[in-house]
């Protein structure tokens, strides 16, 4: 009985030795977004984000998106819009536009130059409008 205690208790100690520094090493590689990055205007041929930090990782994000194409008659668009509040961990955000449904699930990256923002569900912007894209800061007013 005594073995298999003590055979219990070196294994532990052994996951612990390796699990430990590996979750300290993501946690330092982690990137860390300040406000004057995120804050501005994102923009690219398809939408425009308006982004404000806000504190406590909260951004107050505005979409504004359109999609272009021809008809016999000329060419037409569609556009679509959503806001909301957005929670950001690291470099990434995530949030649902206030009247979008509920599958719907926008992530966007923030890295030194762009935007990259991904859209999950039926977010409720227009027929075949989407936030998802990579987008580049044009403004950096509130």
């Given at each position: 009985?005594?073995?298999?205690?003590?055979?219990?208790?070196?294994?532990?100690?052994?996951?612990?030795?390796?699990?430990?520094?590996?979750?300290?090493?993501?946690?330092?590689?982690?990137?860390?977004?300040?406000?004057?990055?995120?804050?501005?205007t994102?923009?690219?041929k398809?939408?425009?984000?308006?982004?404000?930090?806000?504190?406590?990782?909260?951004?107050?994000?505005?979409?504004?998106?359109?999609?272009?194409?021809?008809?016999?008659?000329?060419?037409?668009?569609?556009?679509?819009?959503?806001?909301?509040?957005a929670?950001?961990?690291?470099?990434?955000?995530?949030?649902?536009?206030?009247?979008?449904?509920?599958?719907?699930?926008?992530?966007?990256?923030?890295?030194?130059?762009?935007?990259t923002?991904?859209q999950?569900?039926?977010?409720?912007?227009?027929?075949?409008?989407?936030?998802?894209?990579?987008?580049?800061?044009?403004?950096?007013?509130?």
């Amino acid at each position: 009985m005594m073995n298999r205690a003590l055979l219990a208790l070196v294994v532990c100690c052994a996951l612990l030795a390796v699990v430990l520094p590996v979750q300290r090493a993501k946690a330092g590689t982690e990137t860390i977004v300040t406000a004057a990055q995120v804050n501005g205007t994102w923009q690219n041929k398809n939408g425009t984000f308006k982004i404000l930090a806000l504190g406590k990782q909260r951004l107050q994000v505005s979409f504004s998106g359109i999609f272009r194409y021809n008809t016999p008659a000329g060419p037409s668009a569609n556009e679509g819009e959503g806001s909301g509040i957005a929670f950001i961990e690291g470099d990434t955000a995530t949030f649902k536009p206030e009247d979008a449904e509920d599958e719907c699930v926008i992530t966007m990256k923030f890295t030194k130059d762009k935007l990259t923002v991904t859209q999950e569900g039926i977010c409720g912007f227009g027929f075949r409008v989407t936030a998802a894209g990579i987008y580049r800061k044009v403004s950096s007013r509130r």
